[in-house]
């Protein structure tokens, strides 16, 4: 099963991620990281397929799957 890991520190909070996920497991968070941004993270991680198109789309590079 496939596990997604959404680093925090590394996020902006674009939501790219978001509006990409066919199974719409990601979601904005309500916590502020370094940035000042609210970081995306996984609401339902063990619904993910691993299909990587949050990984693609992120243009900060703060997504990695692992399967």
């Keep these: 099963m496939p596990k997604i890991f959404i680093d925090q520190d590394r996020c902006k909070g674009c939501a790219l991620c978001v509006e ?3 199974k719409d ?5 309500e916590r502020i990281n370094k940035y000042g941004a609210y970081p995306a993270y996984s609401a339902r991680p063990d ?18 799957i692992y399967k």
């Design 20 to 22: 990409v996920c066919p």
């Design 25 to 29: 497991i990601i979601s904005i968070g």
């Design 47 to 64: 619904e993910c397929t691993g299909c990587g198109l949050c990984v693609t789309i992120c243009p900060d590079v703060a997504i990695t």
